[in-house]
């Protein structure tokens, strides 16, 4: 049996700045990422994972399966990790209202209210 896949969404906003904007999109395109941040992602079970960008909004849609032993904690053991969330923290600011859930770092884990799958 396969394990059970979740779904997440998060936000979080860039410093409202092109350059902030520009380097963003630069870092996170096809192969811009390093490839041990790529790696850990998908050690801590993450199968999917996509960022959209609307001003400086994004909007992060993750699916991933449980991972026995690990956690995010273990990411950030990797030096290549802590160097990749450093220079994001440098272009990411706080979402405009105060953080009402937990998510990794500044990303802030969007509540789900509407499936159409759930409609009659």
Known sequence: MSPAVERRCFALDLR???AAIASYRH?????GPPAQVTQSLRAAGIV???IY???NRLFMIMDSVSRAGVTSSDESAEPEVRAW???MGELQQDLPFPKQSSGA???QLLEHIYSLAAQP
Not at 27 to 31: I, L
């Open 105 to 107: 770092g500044r990303w």
């Open 85 to 87: 969330e450093a220079l």
């Open 16 to 18: 409202d700045d092109a």
């Open 48 to 50: 999917a994972l996509d």
């Open 53 to 55: 960008l609307i001003g």
């Open 27 to 31: 870092w996170h395109r096809p192969g």
